[in-house]
DNA sequence: AGCCAGTCTCGGA
DNA sequence: TCCGAGACTGGCT
């Protein structure tokens, strides 16, 4: 059984996001296709009455973090699936707030796991929702980038939105 | 068993 | 001061 799944386009000065929603929230956030590649999900079904409410939430929110701001409110965020500790990371990351930045090792011991900073770097390259769940707020202790899944021009990208001046 | 979006230490440019 | 190699790490597939 197939679980409900609609996915939706954010067009975004940065190129057009994509958007993807179950039953439960939003599932995952893509990032604009370098190639321009065009999946329409089910344009002909209608779009559940929720679905339509959460998308508008989070086109909202996208914007407003791509242009450095806070965004006022998120849509509810289906992390089924995922282990407790992806979502305690997950978790964590969600409250540094704009501007601000935490090592690997600062998240991983607000998890209460001081020693698994390697591990954090693997939640966050499982956050589904990336950009909305701010992985891109961890930095290496060393204050230098580490990776980006989304590609590591994203991370400064945003990073130097939020008023990080030496990313810019 | 093997992979990693880390971190620490130590040695050499 | 700034890398790079090596050792060690803990959670995930």
Redesign the pocket.
Same mark, same amino acid.
């Given at each position: 059984m197939k679980p409900l799944s609609v996915s939706l386009p954010i067009p975004t000065p940065d190129g057009e996001f994509t958007a993807h929603y179950s039953e439960q929230g939003l599932a995952g956030l893509d990032f604009p296709r370098t190639k321009q590649a065009g999946r329409r999900a089910a344009a002909t079904n209608p779009i559940p009455l929720n679905v339509r409410a959460w998308h508008g939430t989070t086109v909202a929110a996208l914007k407003k973090v791509l242009q450095g701001d806070k965004p006022a409110t998120l849509p509810p965020l289906d992390w089924s699936g995922?282990?407790?500790?992806?979502k305690q990371v997950w978790r964590v990351m969600l409250k540094i707030p704009r501007g601000k930045t935490l090592?690997?090792?600062?998240v991983?011991s607000a998890t209460g796991?001081p020693?698994?900073?390697?591990?954090?770097?693997?939640? $966050?390259?499982?956050?589904p929702v990336?950009v909305l769940v701010p $992985?891109?707020r961890?930095?290496?202790?060393?204050q230098?980038l580490?990776?980006?899944?989304?590609g590591l021009e994203w991370?400064r990208r945003l990073l130097g939105r939020e008023g990080l001046d030496h990313f810019a």
């Open positions: 995922k282990t407790e500790f992806q090592s690997y090792g600062e991983a796991r020693k698994a900073s390697r591990a954090v770097g693997g939640a $966050c390259g499982a956050n990336p $992985c891109h961890v930095l290496a202790a060393n230098k580490g990776g980006f899944g989304g991370k």
